[in-house]
């Protein structure tokens, strides 16, 4: 079993606040990198997938970045909005398996 | 097209009844994988199908959890003689298989509530 940890485990921030959270990893046996946003009463989403080191990728006002060497990501939001409420997962691939952190749940208040 | 589907949406059983959930992944997708969340815990991996290979049960955490799939098609996770402690969202998840670009597709869940 390998642990994967994310911080903080909740955030409370204001609309139109930027923010970020952090997904630690073993940095052994990588193979990717997923994000996955878990909205309440809906099904996760995958955000991104990342599998190269110093990898950046954004999809709108969100992005994150790899570092496989060190066993970390960061996932950034940009002028936070009420629907980016959410829950957000990241998941270390490694073999077949994918071992998901707890999440972070993110509340942004209008 | 179609996402991956789960049935029932809600179950609620009494302790030592069996249970059986349904997961109907996206057509074409050769993995599949069954997650569940206990209250206040992280997703936790029971069993994952790739193709006609052996499943990979080291998730399964006794033996009154098995699970089955049919070719590449419809999965059900069979839970005997539950326990209180089964009580979860069981969440069932599909890709095109391991690999780079393997993102899963998650269903909505079934909610597990053991009286």
């Known amino acids: 079993i390998l642990n994967v940890e994310q911080s903080p485990q909740s955030l409370h921030v204001q609309e139109g606040d930027s923010t970020n959270f952090t997904c630690s990893f073993p940095s052994s046996n990588f193979y990717a990198l997923h994000w996955y946003r878990w909205e309440t009463a809906k099904s996760p989403e995958a955000l991104f997938v990342m599998t190269l080191n110093g990898d950046e990728k954004k999809k709108g006002r969100i992005s994150a970045t790899l570092n496989t060497k060190e066993g970390y990501s960061y996932l950034y939001i940009k002028g936070s909005q009420p629907e980016d409420s959410a829950t957000y997962l990241c998941a270390l691939l490694t073999g077949n398996q994918f071992y998901f952190g707890t999440g972070t749940s993110l509340t942004v208040i209008p | 097209g179609a996402g991956v589907s789960q049935s029932p949406s809600n179950k609620v059983t009494e302790k030592g009844k069996d249970v059986e959930l349904r997961c109907d992944p996206i057509?074409?997708?050769?993995?599949l994988y069954w997650y569940r969340q206990r209250l206040g815990q992280g997703l936790e991996f029971l069993i994952y199908?790739?193709?006609?290979?052996?499943p990979d049960k080291s998730g399964l955490p006794s033996d009154r959890f098995s699970a089955e799939r049919t070719g590449e098609s419809v999965s059900t996770l069979t839970i005997q003689r539950t326990q209180q402690e089964d009580s979860a969202v069981y969440l069932c998840?599909?890709?095109w298989g391991t690999g780079l670009a393997g993102e899963l597709f998650f269903g909505p869940g079934t909610r597990l509530t053991v009286l």
């Open positions: 998840a599909s890709s």
């Open positions: 057509s074409g997708h050769t993995a």
């Open positions: 199908f790739q193709g006609n290979s052996a």
